[in-house]
DNA sequence: TTACCATGTCAACGATTGTTGATTTTTCAC
DNA sequence: GTGAAAAATCAACAATCGTTGACATGGTAA
């Protein structure tokens, strides 16, 4: 087959698009390099060539998808909990939906030997700490991994375990429902 | 080598413990079937002949764990937020770390095409509709749904993503935020 | 003992995977 | 236009996987 026209970054970027994309779906493992180099319309070789391998060409997708300032400062510890309700559910927002599909990107793949680490460290790095840091008070580090907690529950039933009563809910009440979570989880009140 | 005693139904046991052992601690796509059989001290072939597949073993491990009365019909729904918490740090009893296992084996090969199937059947009659039949009110199925995602969500963190502060964090202080976080997902009321 | 069937082992298959080296094609400077 | 380097393709590798059929071994009833 005659081979298509020569940009290396726009090919680049193309495999990076078609991987992040798969890896949306799909748990690390079950994605095959074939795949995401037949979306990108390229041969496989070439991501061996850019990316060096599949491992660092998912290390790449995740660094790709990071904002060091994701979590706008100025939202207040107290609006933490809506704020968080609706990156898990907004559609309209494309920097919130990008920012909870790399959540999801995490939450597919955490469970392979190859990714794992990778993920934990990103994970550590830039969700729980930003979060932590927001938050006042002396366990800010378990409540973040609590309110995370809330966010990896409801999208392994939603998304992953595929579960209708939280797949048909519209998106107004699973925000409703998440947000009541989030505050019982960032507020560490005991007040029962 | 010389083949092992002949004892059918206890090689047949040794596979599925072995099979349940590995399916526990990783994904369905990264447990092969030479290792369950090695840890069995079996030939792989055997796995083969007793199960038919590994689909089929997965199955019989999910079909084997799961006891139709695991819920105490006792437990009012006013206690079902301490009970479920129990059942996710619970070291001393038998039977609920027994049940806890099974959901992490479900939670661990949730993203496997293969497997995926079986286990959202398995969530479903085993797991979701128990609790859902305990609760009162009308959104019984997705606040039964909400109280697993609690229980996904903080495994996800404790066990596979290993984040510290939820590891570190005594069984106690876990099972207080558990507590507090179900009874926020079980109890759907809006006194916000 | 001897025949027989259940039980267990061995070896290999076909398919798929990530990866690599050689080859071809395009692009661009001179 | 020509040559060299970048870009892309092709072909094949080695490893692993689940699975299968042929073969060996054990227990057991006649």
């Known amino acids: 087959m005659s081979p298509r026209v020569k940009n290396a970054a726009a090919t680049r970027e193309a495999i990076l698009a078609s991987a992040r994309s798969r890896f949306i779906e799909e748990s ?6 074939r795949e995401i180099a037949g979306d990108a319309g390229v041969d496989v070789a070439l991501i061996g060539r850019y990316f060096g391998s599949k491992e660092e060409l998912f290390k790449e997708v995740l660094r790709a998808g990071k904002k060091p300032d994701w979590l706008d400062p100025s939202v ?27 959540l999801l990107i995490m939450l597919r793949s955490a469970s392979s030997p190859k990714a794992g680490e990778v993920i ?15 938050l006042p008070g002396a366990d ?6 609590l309110a995370l907690s809330i966010f990896f529950g409801t999208n392994v039933m939603r998304t992953i375990m ?18 009541r979570l989030l505050e019982a989880a960032l507020t ?5």
């Not at 690390?28 to 390099?33: C, K, P, Q, S």
């Not at 800010?140 to 991994?145: D, L, P, Q």
């Not at 560490?188 to 029962?192: F, L």
């Open 162 to 179: 595929a579960v209708e009563p939280l797949c048909q809910c519209d998106s107004g009440s699973v925000r409703g429902h998440m947000q």
């Open 120 to 134: 934990r460290q990103a994970l550590r790095e830039d969700v729980l700490e930003p979060i932590a840091k927001l």
């Open 76 to 102: 207040g510890h107290r609006e933490l909990p809506a704020y968080l309700a609706s990156l898990a559910v907004e559609e309209d927002c494309a920097d919130r939906k990008k920012h909870a599909e790399g």
């Open 140 to 145: 800010a580090e378990v409540r973040s991994s």
């Open 28 to 33: 690390y493992d079950n994605v095959g390099l």
């Open 188 to 192: 560490g009140d005991r007040t029962a």
